[in-house]
């Protein structure tokens, strides 16, 4: 048995690493505003502020660095986010009801989703994500926002043993860093009230045999990915890990428009993970960044 107090406990300790502790100084240093905000495309926030308090948000803004998903717009700084997230959720979000819902959204980031959500009125939103920097990203966002998320720094294995089970799980660019993909769909299906449901994407390959590439090193530069499914792999390891309905949304390949270097990230972007000569293939040779978005029922 798991003890997830002691997890938490460790892991708080995270808050104190040598490149997170002045930012968590800078967290605390941020006073309370009078403001007003929308959750639309663009997370944003808005009121008056001085131009020191403004100067004061703004460099924590940039402290916070690399924001991956987005965008954020406060007090009139645009963060654009090396993801522009609004498009997938944008593409998900005709499939979903949230009303009085408990939803859960695994690998969170910096809760970007979870703040849209909001808008969908559910019961509860807890969010997943072991990255102390994610959790400092929501945590300037929600400073302004002051919803009652919780953000929970940990993963896909402590869900079987989570204080309760959820109405709706998302588990967005999750499943392909996980070495045991079907031990990862049963620890979230376990998570599952009953009849409830999941919302997954992942990178597929194309094609009607049930295999996956594994590739050798990298793929699209990133090293820890472990599988890239065909969608009827994809089905079959949902189907085997006891989810009895699964059924395809869509299939989408990654561009440029969705995924681009900006100033709010460091390194590189998808543009430079991608083959010069050929952008259907990445620079090790695979099949370019393609994703299936699923829905399943416990």
């Known amino acids: 048995m798991i003890a997830l107090d002691q997890i938490r406990k460790e892991r708080q300790k995270w808050m104190g690493w040598k490149d997170i502790a002045p930012i968590r100084s800078a967290l605390e240093a941020l006073p309370r505003y009078e403001v007003t905000y929308?959750?639309?495309d663009v997370v944003t926030i808005q009121g008056i502020v001085s131009d020191s308090q403004l100067q004061q948000i703004n460099d924590l803004a940039l402290m916070l660095k690399p924001w991956r998903k987005g965008p954020f717009e406060l007090f009139g700084t645009f963060i654009d986010t090396e993801w522009n997230s609004a498009i997938k959720y944008n593409l998900l979000q005709p499939y979903f009801n949230l009303e009085g819902k408990v939803v859960g959204d695994i690998g969170c980031n910096n809760g970007y989703y979870m703040f849209r959500f909001l808008k969908e009125n559910p019961t509860k939103i807890v969010g997943f994500d072991p990255s102390a920097i994610y959790k400092s990203q929501f945590d300037f966002i929600n400073h302004f926002i002051q919803s009652d998320i919780a953000y929970e720094l940990l993963g896909i294995e402590h869900?079987?043993?989570y204080e309760h089970t959820f109405d709706t799980l998302f588990c967005l660019g999750v499943l392909y860093h996980r070495s045991d993909p079907i031990?990862?769909?049963k620890a979230l299906k376990r998570s599952l009230n009953p009849e409830g449901e999941l919302f997954l994407d992942t990178f597929i390959i194309d094609g009607e045999d049930d295999i996956a590439l594994t590739p050798k090193d990298r793929y699209s530069k990133i090293p820890n990915i472990y599988f890239i499914p065909t969608v009827s792999a994809l089905k079959n390891w949902c189907y085997r890990a006891g989810f009895?309905?699964?059924k395809l949304l869509q299939i989408?390949?990654?561009?440029?428009d969705e995924q681009r270097k900006t100033e709010w990230i460091k390194g590189e972007s998808l543009e430079s993970f991608l083959?010069?000569?050929n952008q259907n293939y990445t620079?090790?040779?695979y099949p370019a960044p393609k994703r299936a978005y699923i829905h399943a029922i416990r």
């Open 38 to 40: 929308t959750l639309d």
């Open 159 to 161: 869900l079987p043993y």
């Open 183 to 185: 031990g990862s769909l």
């Open 244 to 246: 009895k309905e699964v």
């Open 252 to 256: 989408k390949q990654t561009t440029l």
């Open 275 to 277: 083959d010069p000569s």
């Open 283 to 285: 620079v090790e040779g």
